[in-house]
């Protein structure tokens, strides 16, 4: 009688994962549909806010605060900052295009106006409200927030910042050694010689040749530091 050689067929292991994964399609397909619609959806509203808003939106802000800077190179201060018949000013444009460069920028703008007309809390309150990734700007900018704490008679904060300021863009001679000297007179005036002596130290240490770097001895020589 021949041997029966028939041997049970093992189910092909690739064939056992095409079941499975036809399975998890067929019980969830509804759902991976509806979360690839959803992504598809989110994506494409970031494409289109990008190109249809975004980019609009920047040009228009952009073309707005041409004519405001304008106004203020021209120390026109009430126009550059309300704008005319025509033109928005600053305080309109952070308003109309808020989220866009410009109306950054245009808080910069307002902080240096309010400062020059006197008004220091608005110019501490637009100064703050801005940033920038330039260096030189952003030490200006500070040197003008610490000018509206020195104003509203915050001098030790106002020393602080002016250190800062100096600190921001050290390769600025002129700049950073007038921030130091600041900070240090400010410091002086309040009686606190050992951080005034500091910012004295750093003028005469980093920037021997600027103005201040010129004069600084003298104001050494009065704290006992020669």
Same mark, same amino acid.
């Given at each position: ?11 092909? @292991? ?5 079941? !499975? ?10 759902? /991976? ?15 289109? =806010? !990008?190109? $249809? ?11 707005? /605060? ?23 000013? %600053? &305080?309109?444009?952070?308003?109309? *295009?808020?989220?866009?460069? @410009?109306?950054? +920028?245009?808080? %910069?703008?307002?902080?240096?106006? *309010? +400062? ?10 637009? &100064? ?6 330039? +260096?030189?700007?952003?030490? #200006?900018?500070?040197?003008? $927030?610490?000018?509206? =704490? ?10 602080? &910042? ?8 050290? !390769? ?17 005036? $309040? ?8 910012? *004295?130290?750093? /003028?005469?240490?980093? *920037?021997?040749?600027?103005? #201040? ?6 104001? &050494?020589? #009065?704290?006992?530091?020669?």
């Amino acid at each position: 009688m021949a041997e029966n050689t028939n041997v049970p067929v093992q189910p092909d @292991a690739s064939m056992e994962v095409v079941d !499975k994964v036809t399975g998890f399609w067929q019980q969830n397909s509804k759902n /991976i549909l509806i979360g690839l619609t959803v992504i598809i959806v989110v994506a494409g509203g970031i494409v289109g =806010y !990008k190109y $249809l808003v975004a980019e609009p939106k920047e040009k228009s802000a952009n073309d707005a /605060i041409f004519r405001a800077q304008q106004y203020f190179q021209q120390d026109s201060l009430a126009l550059a900052l309300n704008g005319d018949a025509t033109n928005p000013g %600053f &305080l309109k444009i952070m308003d109309k *295009y808020s989220g866009t460069k @410009a109306a950054n +920028l245009a808080h %910069f703008y307002a902080g240096a106006i *309010y +400062l020059k007309q006197g008004d220091f809390a608005n110019a501490e309150k637009h &100064l703050k409200d801005f940033s920038t990734s330039s +260096l030189q700007i952003s030490a #200006r900018a500070k040197s003008l $927030l610490a000018d509206t =704490y020195a104003e509203q008679g915050k001098k030790e904060e106002a020393a602080k &910042l002016y250190r800062e300021a100096a600190a921001i863009f050290e !390769k600025d001679e002129f700049n950073s050694a007038e921030y130091l000297f600041r900070s240090g007179y400010l410091y002086e005036s $309040l009686g606190k010689n050992k951080e005034a002596i500091e910012s *004295y130290k750093l /003028i005469k240490e980093k *920037y021997p040749r600027s103005e #201040r770097g010129f004069e600084v001895d003298k104001y &050494l020589a #009065r704290l006992g530091e020669l």
